[in-house]
């Protein structure tokens, strides 16, 4: 099946025309944060917008998109199992709250300071861990995870 996947900024969830929901078959939504190591987003009124996009298209699956450029966070949450089990945790809380389909993790770049954020030399090595920790958080709870 070919997938057709568009982002759309939180604010603009209530604003979808209705023909754009039916042409998608993943909405990414930009973009959660990171602060104290777990995964936050600024949702007001994002609740209606996921009921009427549903609507819309029932097919649809609708992820929440954690990071983007200069999202700083990422080396420090994923640098400890400890770290890695509470992002994970938190992601999964916004999950089931919103009736989300799933995650997408947008760290740029694992191990460089390019976006000017924290780094380290194990990100990369981190970056497995994080990934299969949420992994394992969604396999607990039979939750597919993009």
């Known amino acids: 099946m ?12 209530n604003h979808m025309r209705e023909e ?6 993943v909405i990414n939504i930009a973009f959660g944060l990171i602060r104290d190591g777990e995964v936050v987003w600024d949702a007001k009124d994002a609740r ?29 949450a994923a640098r400890t199992k400890e770290g890695r089990e509470r992002f994970a945790a938190s992601a999964l809380v916004i999950v089931k709250e919103y009736g989300l389909d799933g995650i997408d993790i947008d ?33 607990r709870t039979e939750k597919a995870c993009l």
């Open 2 to 13: 070919k997938r057709i996947i568009g982002y759309v900024n939180t604010a603009d969830l």
């Open 20 to 25: 754009d929901v039916r042409a998608l078959t």
């Open 48 to 76: 209606d917008g996921i009921v009427s996009i549903r609507k819309s298209n029932p097919e649809l699956k609708i992820v929440l998109s954690v990071g983007g450029w200069g999202a700083d966070g990422f080396s420090q």
């Open 107 to 139: 760290w740029e770049y694992p191990g460089t300071s390019l976006a000017g954020i924290a780094s380290d030399r194990s990100d990369k090595e981190n970056y497995t861990l994080l990934l299969a920790e949420l992994g394992r958080h969604w396999t």
